[in-house]
């Protein structure tokens, strides 16, 4: 669904509600999976693109839970989230 960074953990935020918290930092975790679906929106959060439920120019929902989108990343998230839609 989603992970979030908690300095050198990541909570990784499943589907059925439960989280897994794993020592890495976030951007060693991004790097490690490389998975083309998992987008990052913010120093702090990665999203399953295909669990983006809505988006705006300042956050996207997933889950019914609103993320913020990170000034530096906002025109990538804005280019990957137009080729979904």
Known sequence: LYVESL???VKIHLTTGNAI???FQLGEFEDHLKDENLLRIHRSFLV???????FSAIE????GKKLPIGGSYRTAVEKALR???
């Open 7 to 9: 300095k050198e953990y």
């Open 21 to 23: 918290v794993t020592r």
């Open 48 to 54: 399953a693109k295909d669990k983006i439920k809505a």
């Open 60 to 63: 996207v929902e997933v889950d």
């Open 83 to 85: 080729i979904l839609s």
